[in-house]
């Protein structure tokens, strides 16, 4: 890397699909003492505490888009935007220059970390990869994946394919990736994480 790299962590993307298991690789990544940024918890802590998100989301979407103790109604948002695809691109371009430029103050603030981790589901999308050094891709099967997320959230199997089926395909996921985890209740992930781990600080 540059000259100065002490003072620029490599920038790795982990991303994957609905239930792939991003979040517990980066979990694992973060007992390293790895920094994370996770843009998809971040994005909704914008979207209900910074002021000119809220306002223009309101204008996009009607006061529904928070309910009456102001939070975030993502249930009514979801039924709005993804139904409308004219609208799930405006909200993007409402609410991603800001993640981005909270992404890139948050990078400044890692000076000295040998390598940071970006989290996200929609990678490509929110316009993230010109940034990064490395794409990580965690992948396990459909009918896993589909599992795991009845077990852990409140949708029905029918929601989540269709939440897979407007996801990046998993072709183009390989496409990106420089790495991929197999998250398939196989292959042991620690190792796996650890490897990547071992290679991105010789990289660093
Ligand atoms: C659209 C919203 C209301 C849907 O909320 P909901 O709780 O129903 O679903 P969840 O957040 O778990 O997302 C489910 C899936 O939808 C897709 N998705 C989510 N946000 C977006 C988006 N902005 N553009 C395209 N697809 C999206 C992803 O594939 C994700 O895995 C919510 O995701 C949202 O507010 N998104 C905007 C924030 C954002 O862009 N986050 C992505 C990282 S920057
Ligand atoms: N290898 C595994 N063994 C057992 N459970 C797992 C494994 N990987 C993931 N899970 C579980 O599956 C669920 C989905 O994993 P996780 O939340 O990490 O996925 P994700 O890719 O971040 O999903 P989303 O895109 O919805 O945020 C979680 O409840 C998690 O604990």
Redesign the pocket.
Known sequence: MGVDKANHPLQIGVTGG?GSGKSLVCKIFSCLQVPIYE??SR??WL?NHHDAIRERVVALLGPEAYDAAGV?N??Y??EQ??AQPDK?AA??AI??PI?RQDTAEWVQQQSGQPYIIKE???MK??GDGNNLDFVVVVEAPESLRVRRVLHRDARSEAEIKA?IA??TTELERKQMADFVIHNDEVQALIPQVFHLHQLFLAKS
């Open positions: 609905i843009a998809d994005a909704h979207i975030y993502r249930r948002v979801a935007v993804f799930l909200l993007n609410i991603h993640v996200a589901a929609i999308a929110a939440i407007r996801q």
